[in-house]
C-alpha cells in the first residue's frame, strides 16, 4: 500500500473511470455514485469523538485497507491537508467540498488504483466508500461500494439498532447508510422548456435535483445531479429500484424532447450546437462557467451525429480535464489566476480538436 502523499499532477494521466467509456443510457446518464456510511460502535461519530478514540477507528480500518486492498493509495491525511488535491477528488466526484472542512488528525481518504472508488475515514462518517460507474447502472456501482464496505468492516463492530439500522452522524443517511448520486445531461428537456416540470415533479417524490455546476448561483450547462436518500430502515434494493424506475423515465423524456427537437426545430439545433462548437474550437479565453455550457450544446450536436470525428464520450472527458484544479495541477500552476485558467483551458481544447480534426490549430 502507498502511504505517500503523490503529487496533484499524478493523478491527472489516467482517464477518468466513470467517463471513460460507453454505458447504459450513457447518452443522457454520465454516471452514478453511491455512498455507503458506517460507524464502528462503542466509539462517538467522528466530530465528537477524542483524538484518542479516532486513533482507534483509524487503526482498525487502515488495517483492514492493508489487509483487503493492498493497491490504495492515501491521497489526504491528517490537519492541514492539500486544499488542491481535495478540488482535484471533488472534480472527479470522488470528495465533496464539505470534507476539505474536516481538520481531525486521524482523517485519511484513499483511492482505489482503477480510481472508481474512495474511501474516507474519520471524516463525517468513521467510513464513507464512494464507487463511481459509468452510465446507469446502478446494481454495478452498489455492489462495488458494499463489497468494500463489507472487506472494510468485517469483524469489526458496527454501530447498528434492529428498530433503526445503521447509525450514522448524518441523520439523512441513518438506516442503510445510502446515498445515491446521478449525473444527467438534459439539454432537450431545458431547451424545449420541460424542466421545471421534472424538477417539481422529482421534488414531489422527495428527491433532491439540481444543477450539477453551479458558481455563484448560477448553473451551467444542461447538466443535473438528482440524488437518492435510503429512508430509515428501507432495503436497498427498494431504493436502487425507485431511483432506477425514475431514471429510466428521465431517460425516456429527455429522448423524446430531442426526437421533437429535431423533427420541429432542426435547423436551429444544427445552429445552436455548431455554434458552440465553434466556439470551443477557436476561443482564446473560456471560464469554466461558460465551458459548461459550450460543452452541453456540444455533446447535444455529437448524440445526433452532427461531428464525425467528435463522440459524447469525448466531451464527457473534457468535462473534467478542463476544470480548474486539474488544469493547474496539469500546468504546474497551482496558484493560476482565473484569467490563466481561462488562457489555458482555451489552449487545451485547441489542442484536443485539432487532433480530433487533424487539422493545424
Known amino acids: 500500500m502507498t502511504a505517500g502523499k503523490p503529487s496533484p499532477t499524478s493523478l491527472i494521466a489516467p482517464s477518468v473511470p466513470w467517463l471513460s467509456s460507453e454505458a447504459k443510457e450513457g447518452d443522457t446518464v454520465l454516471g452514478c455514485r453511491l455512498e455507503v456510511a458506517r460507524n464502528l460502535a462503542d466509539i462517538p461519530f467522528p466530530r465528537t469523538a477524542t483524538e484518542r478514540q479516532l486513533r482507534k477507528s483509524a487503526e482498525s480500518l487502515r488495517k483492514r485497507l ?17 486544499g488542491h488535491l ?28 482503477k480510481q472508481d ?36 468492516t468485517h469483524q469489526l463492530p458496527v454501530a447498528f439498532l434492529p428498530d433503526i439500522g445503521y447509525l450514522t452522524s448524518c441523520t439523512e443517511r ?46 451551467s450547462g444542461h447538466y443535473f445531479q438528482f440524488t437518492w436518500q435510503s429512508q430509515g430502515r428501507q432495503n436497498p434494493a427498494e431504493t436502487l429500484t425507485a431511483a432506477n424506475s425514475m431514471l429510466l423515465q428521465l431517460v425516456r423524456g429527455e429522448r423524446a424532447a430531442r426526437t421533437w427537437l429535431w423533427r420541429e426545430k432542426r435547423d436551429w439545433l444544427y445552429d445552436y450546437a455548431g455554434r458552440a462548437y465553434g466556439i470551443l474550437r477557436f476561443c482564446r479565453q473560456l471560464s469554466e462557467h461558460e465551458m459548461f455550457g459550450l460543452l452541453s ?17 469525448d466531451v464527457d472527458s473534457l468535462l473534467v480535464s478542463l ?7 496539469e500546468n504546474n500552476q497551482v496558484d493560476a489566476t482565473p484569467a490563466d485558467l481561462d488562457r489555458l483551458r482555451s489552449l487545451k481544447l485547441r489542442r484536443f480538436l485539432s487532433e480530433r480534426l487533424q487539422q493545424p490549430l
Not at 451525429?305 to 464520450?313: A, H, I
Open 323 to 329: 476544470r480548474d484544479a486539474h488544469l493547474a495541477a
Open 86 to 113: 481535495f478540488r482535484l477528488l471533488n472534480e472527479r466526484w470522488l470528495a465533496d467540498a464539505a470534507d476539505a472542512s474536516v481538520e481531525q488528525a486521524e482523517s485519511s481518504l484513499w483511492l482505489s488504483p
Open 174 to 219: 441513518a438506516g442503510a447508510g445510502l446515498k445515491i448520486s446521478v449525473l444527467s445531461h438534459l439539454p432537450a428537456l431545458v431547451l424545449s422548456r420541460r424542466i421545471e416540470a421534472v424538477l417539481r415533479a422529482s421534488a414531489a417524490l422527495g428527491v433532491g435535483a439540481r444543477g450539477a455546476f453551479v458558481r455563484k448561483k448560477q448553473v
Open 117 to 152: 472508488l474512495a474511501m474516507a475515514i474519520n471524516y463525517e462518517e468513521h467510513l464513507l466508500v464512494r464507487a463511481c460507474i459509468p452510465g446507469l447502472d446502478l446494481e454495478a456501482a452498489w455492489s462495488r461500494a458494499e463489497r468494500a464496505v463489507a472487506d472494510l
Open 297 to 313: 450544446g456540444t455533446r447535444l450536436g455529437c448524440c445526433f451525429g452532427l461531428f464525425s470525428r467528435m463522440t459524447p464520450v
Open 66 to 82: 492493508h489487509e483487503k486492498m493492498p493497491g490504495a493509495s492515501m491521497l489526504i491525511g491528517g490537519r492541514n491537508s492539500n
